[in-house]
């Protein structure tokens, strides 16, 4: 029953439903969990997720009006900026019931809760097509790969002729998976169900779906500078971050 709808929930909320709060301590005012862009390496985190934000949005080439699906939004930070920079209308959707709250109070403090619908809703259940733009940021990791066709392919059905996907994920090398271990660290206690697959994988996945695969743009260096930024947040605020979340669990996302 890997990847059922429930149990995508289930694991969701394992990894994100463990207080806004904790979150903003390491993630920083960006509320952004995928990895940052550093345009200038004189920027700092905030700029260099906002940077990303921006990344994405010009491969999409939004412009104003167009209607944009955000797979996986978090806490709405692409939403936001697609709403406010670019004036797309947008539709985040995520598992996680805290995000989506979070996310929800963002956009009408931002004043573009007219411009954003966030929703707590799986991606299969997305139905309301066609949609100029999609962007799936950080969200694929969770899909699994006996998923991915299905995954694709519903992207695909919602998209209007032209329209494109940016689909933003952690790739492995090639070669068969490590063997799935209840007792692996990541597995059991961070990222429970996560599967990574090689980015020929993914394409093959893509393609199969109908999609022509016009741009591939690895940020591994960028990965490896965003998360010594996310680790010496919550060094920094060691302290905060046990009292929002637990010690245990302070304690696992600094090994992670």
Request: glycine share 8%.
């Amino acid at each position: 029953n890997r990847h059922s709808k429930n149990r995508d929930a289930n694991a969701i909320a394992h990894h994100y439903d463990v207080g806004n709060d904790f979150y903003e301590l390491v993630l920083g005012e960006s509320m952004t969990y995928s990895c940052a862009y550093w345009e200038q390496p004189s920027f700092d985190l905030s700029r260099a997720q906002f940077a990303k934000c921006d990344l994405v949005a010009r491969k999409l080439g939004l412009t104003d009006g167009m209607r944009v699906l955000d797979v996986g939004c978090g806490w709405g930070t692409f939403a936001l900026h697609a709403a406010q920079t670019y004036g797309a209308h947008v539709v985040g959707v995520t598992l996680s019931r805290q995000q989506a709250e979070d996310a929800r109070k963002r956009m009408v403090d931002e004043g573009v809760a007219d411009l954003v619908e966030i929703r707590v809703q799986d991606y299969r259940d997305v139905t309301d097509g066609p949609y100029d733009a999609i962007s799936s940021i950080g969200m694929a990791e969770h899909v699994g790969l006996a998923m991915l066709p299905v995954y694709a392919a519903d992207l695909f059905a919602l998209l209007r002729p032209q329209g494109r996907l940016l689909n933003h994920a952690i790739s492995r090398r090639p070669g068969e998976p490590g063997q799935f271990s209840k007792t692996s660290f990541i597995d059991r206690y961070v990222f429970p169900d996560g599967e990574l697959e090689p980015i020929a994988t993914m394409l093959e996945a893509i393609e199969g779906a109908g999609f022509e695969v016009r741009d591939v743009e690895s940020l591994r260096e960028h990965y490896g500078l965003t998360l010594r930024a996310w680790v010496a947040n919550l060094e920094r605020n060691w302290d905060a971050a046990v009292a929002a979340t637990s010690a245990a669990r302070a304690r696992i996302w600094r090994l992670y």
